[in-house]
T-cell receptor
Framework: DAGVIQSPRHEVTEMGQEVTLRCKPI?????LFWYRQTMMRGLELLIY????????DSGMPEDRFSAKMPNASFSTLKIQPSEPRDSAVYFC???????????FGEGSRLTVL | GIQVEQSPPDLILQEGANSTLRCNFS?????LQWFHQNPWGQLINLFY?????KQNGRLSATTVATERYSLLYISSSQTTDSGVYFC???????????WGAGTKLIIKP
């Protein structure tokens, strides 16, 4: 069974450009989480969805960040405009029935020059 | 807020050795998970263990909720066990995992 699938795996862009990260959760999972990992701050929860509905976006750094989940099998995290301090690894994770067991994708490594 | 402390911060072992990683938390939790982040960055869920003991092959974990700690045991270490081991807890059912700083494990051949 396929795990959580993220794309792209690596993204290098210039400051000011729009970045879109994509995630396909495990089929049947009803929770989807977006995390960001940096050396300085570790893993931070940005936003999570339950049944495609955003529940808590208090971790989203600022208005430049937005996330959508148009259906149960797809979510995007968008940064517009991107800044060098957004450079990090962005993880998508999914689970069934809450936070019982969290399954992570392989991450998208973003570098903003 | 709740504090999650992992020890040791770093551990270097020879292949075949056994190891014990510890996670202390400062308040009652209803969720505790152990993760392994391999050298390529992938995060893998090892155990969901808010209490009790579980085993999966060479790995086992024990959480003593009343004493606010959890232990991860790795037996007969292999080089593929290298990476960072994270403990993460959820205090209230708010879907916020509080992450420890991790234990970096290096297994030498």
């Amino acid at each position: 069974d396929a795990g959580v699938i993220q794309s792209p795996r690596h993204e290098v862009t210039e400051m000011g450009q729009e970045v879109t990260l994509r995630c396909k959760p495990i089929s049947g999972h009803d929770y989807l989480f977006w995390y960001r990992q940096t050396m300085m701050r570790g893993l931070e929860l940005l936003i999570y969805f339950n049944n495609n509905v955003p529940i808590d976006d208090s971790g989203m750094p600022e208005d430049r960040f937005s996330a959508k989940m148009p259906n149960a099998s797809f979510s995007t995290l968008k940064i517009q405009p991107s800044e060098p301090r957004d450079s990090a690894v962005y993880f998508c994770a999914s689970s069934f029935g809450g936070l019982r067991e969290l399954f992570f994708g392989e991450g998208s490594r973003l570098t903003v020059l | 807020g709740i504090q999650v402390e992992q020890s040791p911060p770093d551990l270097i072992l020879q292949e075949g050795a056994n190891s014990t990683l510890r996670c202390n938390f400062s308040d009652s939790v209803n969720n505790l998970q152990w993760f392994h982040q391999n050298p390529w960055g992938q995060l893998i869920n090892l155990f969901y263990i808010p209490s009790g003991t579980k085993q999966n092959g060479r790995l086992s974990a024990t959480t003593v909720a009343t004493e606010r700690y959890s232990l991860l045991y790795i037996s007969s270490s292999q080089t593929t066990d290298s990476g960072v081991y994270f403990c993460a807890v959820e205090m209230r059912r708010n879907y916020q995992l509080i992450w420890g700083a991790g234990t970096k494990l290096i297994i030498k051949p």
